[in-house]
Every structure is written in structure tokens, then in C-alpha cells.
């Protein structure tokens, strides 16, 4: 079975901090798919990027920055110097060998406070 | 153009109406996917059509039933829904190919009273 553990329910944070999601994911797939989305209060998710399993290259955008680590199934999320726009819900997702079938977190909700 | 339209934006309807959500892309691609998502919850996966043809039915019940009638374009047909089938439904589109990133539509939220 496929899981995603986001266990940080809610996150608080004063604009400029740094701030790190966590996601843990289960999967018995050896090809597999990872992704992090944005949702904020307009409703619509956002993807912000796609890792595959046999690429664990770290990755940078901007302000936004992935660890991918498969020796402790991770694909932690570090927001550098928040903003109040990156208030939303983000979720991690997980999809195994076929692509199709996404598996969502629970989603953590952020807060950025100015 | 990245965008996947989805309508109505909102929709309300009594237990015994017939109802259709719809969606489009124009990205070309070939799978498109629908979710119901609960207030504070994630997504929860609905049905994946590849390719036009039904991949994925997450034994959804009967009183939903999709459509693909093209490559672009993707229903949600609605009858006898419960109270309970209130939400908001997401409407996604994917590459397929290992192109598995799924970009979303807006949402329609539906009331069911």
C-alpha cells in the first residue's frame, strides 16, 4: 500500500523565516513519482514539481528548495524567506509504477504572518 | 496555455436533480482526472481517463458517472446525490508518458441540498 505522512497539520511563521515542510511517503514500487502542490485560498492546486525515484538530485527554484532522500523516504520542502503569499495549504503526493493513481498528505497548512 | 477550465464555478442542486460538471484543456493531454476534495482534507482520486478510455474508477458510486467524449474535454454527470456528496470537485489533466504532474482546474463547488 501507498502512503504519505505530512505530519505538520498547521505552520505559523513571521515573514522572512525559513520554513521547512516534511513529508514521509510508504511505497513497495520501485519506480515511483513524487510531488509537492500549492493550494491556496482561491481553492485551485498548483504544482510546484515532480521527482522520480531514481533521481535524487536536490532541486532549487527561487525561494524554494527539495530533499529528496530515499534512505529515510523523504521529500522534505524548505521555503526560503517567506513571504505572506506563500500562505496556503501544501500537500505532497505520491504516484507509484503507471502514473496515475496520486496519492495525497494530508496537506500542511501555512501561515505567513507580515 | 497551462489552463484547465472547469464549470460551473458553483452548483447547487437538489437531491433528485440531474446535473453536469465540465472540463476542458488544450495542452494535449491525454489523461484528465477527477477529484472530490472535502473542506481541510486532501483530494481524494475519483475516476483517470487515458487516452479517452476509463483507467481508474475508485469505486465511486453509481450516482456519479464521467465522460470523455475527446481528448480535451471531460464530464462529471450528476444524479440522486446525497447530502454528504457536497464538495468541492477538481477537475486535473496529465501528459501521461512519465509526464505524471497534474495540472488542476479551479474547482466547482457543489451544494447538495
Known amino acids: 500500500a501507498q502512503k504519505v505522512t505530512q505530519a505538520q497539520t498547521e505552520i505559523s511563521v513571521v515573514e522572512k523565516e525559513d520554513v521547512t515542510l516534511d513529508c514521509v511517503y510508504e511505497?513497495?514500487?520501485?519506480?515511483?513519482?513524487l510531488f509537492w502542490y500549492k493550494q491556496p485560498p482561491s481553492g485551485e492546486l498548483v504544482f510546484l514539481i515532480r521527482r522520480n525515484s531514481f533521481d535524487e538530485q536536490n532541486e532549487i527554484s527561487g525561494r524554494y528548495s527539495w530533499n529528496f532522500q530515499k534512505s529515510t523516504s523523504s521529500f522534505n520542502f524548505t521555503i526560503t524567506a517567506s513571504q505572506v503569499v506563500d500562505s496556503a495549504v501544501y500537500f505532497c503526493a505520491l504516484s507509484g509504477t503507471g502514473g496515475f493513481k496520486t496519492i495525497f498528505g494530508a496537506g500542511t497548512r501555512l501561515f505567513v504572518k507580515a | 496555455d497551462t489552463e484547465v477550465t472547469q464549470t460551473p464555478k458553483h452548483l447547487v442542486m437538489g437531491m433528485t436533480n440531474k446535473k453536469s460538471l465540465k472540463c476542458e484543456q488544450h495542452m494535449g493531454h491525454r489523461a484528465m482526472y477527477w477529484y472530490k476534495q472535502k473542506a481541510k482534507k486532501p483530494p481524494e482520486l475519483m475516476f483517470v481517463y487515458s487516452y479517452e478510455k476509463l483507467s481508474i474508477n475508485e469505486s465511486v458510486p453509481s450516482r456519479f458517472s464521467p465522460e470523455c467524449p475527446n481528448s480535451s474535454l471531460l464530464n462529471l454527470h450528476l444524479h440522486a446525490l446525497q447530502p454528504e456528496d457536497s464538495a468541492l470537485y477538481l477537475c486535473?489533466?496529465?501528459?501521461?508518458?512519465?509526464?505524471?504532474?497534474?495540472?488542476f482546474g479551479p474547482g466547482t463547488r457543489l451544494t447538495v441540498t
Open positions: 511505497t513497495r514500487d520501485t519506480t515511483y513519482y
Open positions: 486535473a489533466s496529465s501528459g501521461g508518458a512519465m509526464a505524471y504532474e497534474q495540472y
